[in-house]
């Protein structure tokens, strides 16, 4: 009996946890932070810590718990299924974790070339200005999203992201509504009218008469109904809007006389010619405008409108007249009298600057 | 009835020695050490140590639950106890370290809103001075974005107002970007035109 016992004794086992198996869980641990495991694995990596605190505790608590040689060590065994739930978790996390990162990635990438395209074409189209500071805050949003994905919050990238896209798609649309007649095959058929009407004066009066494109931003000179020349132009602030009230800094649409000529002297804009705004037409749009409530309650309808030359050494204001460099204006000065008519159109075809533009915005556009 | 005395006498101290009693204070203690845990923000700023700390409640009530399955006088709740002490200490010491971290990302976001701030302001100055002339529109372009800017400052502040440190950081940051581009741009037209001021335009348009 005694020699069992000691037999017993010398062949019994004090049950202890495989360090190298220990290392290697702890590793996983490690791995899983590194994973964002609570992030990406929630479930998985609440199994892992559940299982693995447990083990932990039973390894502090039991160290030399005595087996006998054919029983299981049971340490191991749990150790193992730890490492098995482990190896699960870190690869669900990295793998969910790269899916989150590709995606956050793609929706940056996509917005920040769409950003890209709509502020250029914003700049060629001249409607910067329509939207206010609603461009910048995008603009800021797409860094912020930036910032979060390179700090690996890629969840955060995404939803900024996602943000910043939903205010550019209502700028787009904003823009649309804003500028979406020049577009729209009536109203330029309507300026197409105006200008063949225009020429036609021109060539039935043997005389000079000048056409404004705000699309194009030029002006064109008409001599016995014949183009003979061409300048490039600068508008109002807000140029490519129609004009509603003084200091919109929009430009006037319509068909208009110049009702004087204004030489060096007379003018701080080298030269220019006045024109008749505010014509009964726009008399009659502004009351309108005033009765529907579109106006400001103080709006007044304004005036001196003119085609003047810059100074560039002064720096003129240009509040919704149409200027041009002064050798240009010299020369149209002099081919133009009094009476002349003056048409200044959105565009002169459908397939003008703002349309150009607005169609490639509206191709990009999510929503 | 002697022997009934003694048997009866037995049974009610095995009851009353063997009948452990499931550690809901402690329990209790514990969750709020974890509570206080999350409210210093350790499930923002060290989540995956908060999710082990979460585990360790969850064992500790996983062990009562099977404790509470067995013969009323083979109850043992030594282990929970241990698991939720454990528990508590952790999370004391979590909350702790998440706290710590949370003012250091605190005082990150601050550096960066007084950063934005400053360069908000340095191009507000500029855009006052910004050349009134030729280029009206890029000029009202620029005034529209300085003022964009001065308003996400406000963003900023309520981010800090709601905790959210990181969010108030890179908004800082990008709009501080975005400032000094703005500024850039005003300072190189200034270049251009000598630094002339602009004339005031004339009545009407």
């Known amino acids: 009996m005694a020699a069992l016992s000691l037999a017993l004794g010398t062949a019994a086992c004090v049950q202890k946890a495989p360090p190298e198996l220990v290392q290697a869980v702890e590793r996983l641990d490690r791995e899983l932070t590194a994973a964002q495991g609570a992030e990406f694995a929630p479930e998985e990596y609440a199994k892992f810590v559940e299982h693995w605190t447990a083990v932990r505790g039973r390894m502090l608590a039991e160290p030399d718990v005595i087996r006998l040689p054919w029983e299981p060590n049971s340490l191991v065994a749990d150790l193992r299924k730890v490492q098995e739930q482990g190896t699960l978790a870190v690869s669900t996390a990295t793998q969910r974790r790269e899916v989150e990162r590709q995606q956050a990635e793609a929706r940056l990438t996509q917005l920040e070339e769409r950003l890209q395209t709509f502020i250029g074409n914003l700049d060629t189209m001249g409607g910067r200005v329509v939207l206010g500071r609603r461009p910048v805050e995008t603009e800021l949003l797409a860094k912020q999203a930036r910032a979060f994905f390179e700090q690996g919050q890629f969840s955060r990238a995404h939803r900024t992201s996602q943000q910043a896209a939903t205010l550019l798609d209502h700028q787009i649309e904003r823009l649309g509504n804003e500028l979406g007649r020049y577009a729209d095959e009536r109203r330029v058929g309507t300026w197409r009218n105006m200008v063949a009407q225009t020429v036609n004066w021109s060539r039935h009066h043997r005389s000079a008469a000048i056409v404004v494109s705000k699309a194009d931003r030029r002006l064109f000179v008409y001599r016995n109904g014949r183009a003979v020349a061409s300048y490039p132009v600068s508008l109002g602030y807000n140029g490519i809007l129609e004009k509603r009230y003084q200091g919109d800094g929009a430009t006037p649409e319509g068909l208009y006389r110049v009702v004087r000529k204004r030489d060096r002297g007379d003018t701080k804009f080298h030269r220019a010619l006045l024109l008749d705004y505010p014509n009964s037409q726009d008399r009659r749009r502004f009351q309108q405008a005033r009765a529907a409530g579109l106006l400001p309650p103080k709006a007044t309808i304004g005036g001196q409108i003119e085609i003047h030359g810059g100074d560039n050494r002064v720096l003129s204001e240009t509040l919704g007249c149409v200027q041009m460099e002064n050798r240009q204006i010299d020369a149209l000065f002099d081919l133009i009298e009094e009476g002349n008519p003056v048409t200044i159109v959105g565009a002169l075809g459908l397939s003008n600057a703002v349309s150009l533009a607005l169609a490639e915005l509206e191709q990009t556009d999510e929503g | ?205």
């Open chain 2, 1 to 205: 009835m002697k022997h009934w005395l003694m048997l009866g006498l037995a049974s009610l101290f095995l009851l009353t020695v063997a009948c452990a009693k499931a550690p809901t204070d402690k329990l209790a203690a514990a969750e709020q050490a974890v509570n206080d845990a999350r409210t210093a923000g350790a499930s923002t700023y060290m989540t995956e140590d908060f999710a082990k700390l979460e585990g360790l409640v969850a064992n500790a009530k996983k062990e009562i639950a099977e404790e509470e399955g067995k013969i009323a006088f083979l109850r043992d709740y030594e282990k929970a106890e241990q698991l939720l002490a454990s528990a508590k200490a952790d999370a004391a010491k979590l909350a702790i370290e998440a706290a710590k971290k949370k003012e250091e990302a605190k005082v990150a976001a601050v550096q960066a809103q007084q950063a934005a701030q400053a360069s908000v302001k340095t191009t507000q100055e500029l855009v006052a001075k910004a050349p009134v002339g030729k280029d009206r529109a890029a000029v009202e372009a620029i005034k529209a974005d300085a003022e964009g800017l001065a308003a996400s400052l406000t963003e900023v502040q309520a981010a800090i107002d709601g905790g959210d440190y990181l969010a108030a950081q890179t908004k800082a940051k990008a709009i501080q970007d975005k400032s000094q581009a703005v500024a850039k741009e005003i300072q190189d037209a200034l270049a251009k035109v000598g630094g002339a001021k602009g004339k005031k335009g004339k009545a009407g348009k």
